[in-house]
Nanobody, 123 residues
Framework: QVQLVESGGGLVQAGGSLRLSCAAS????????MSWFRQAPGKEREFVAA????????YYADSVKGRCTISRYNAKNTVYLQMNSLKPEDTAIYYC????????????????WGQGTQVTVLS
């Protein structure tokens, strides 16, 4: 059983930056591809970014491409999401996800979810 704990969310002005972290425990971190998703009030959970097991491949939603960077540090069992040039429409709960068999870019067949961290961007 893998536990995922997100941190780093908060309140930020539009144009600002945040770095989210997701610490994993209970499994072999490098065996999991990692993803970030987000869910705004009244909307479905959507893909933000994903990274392969060793970190050599990354994937981004069009809405965040060029503004966000996903990275991972396997020695620390942690995945990060650096978010720059934040917009009010980035306001959401951000969730970390782990998948063993493939790099997840949809919410289907996710092995493990974190509890989420709130990001609020003020206009």
């Amino acid at each position: 059983q893998v536990q995922l704990v997100e941190s780093g969310g908060g309140l930020v002005q539009a144009g600002g930056s945040l770095r989210l972290s997701c610490a994993a425990s209970g499994g072999t971190f490098s065996s999991y591809a990692m993803s970030w998703f987000r869910q705004a009030p009244g909307k479905e959970r959507e893909f933000v970014a994903a990274i392969s097991y060793g970190g050599d491949s990354t994937y981004y939603a069009d809405s965040v491409k060029g503004r966000c960077t996903i990275s991972r540090y396997n020695a620390k069992n942690t995945v990060y999401l650096q978010m720059n040039s934040l917009k009010p429409e980035d306001t959401a709960i951000y969730y970390c996800a782990a998948n063993r068999l493939f790099v997840a870019t949809t919410t289907q067949h996710i092995d493990y979810w974190g509890q989420g961290t709130q990001v609020t961007v003020l206009s």
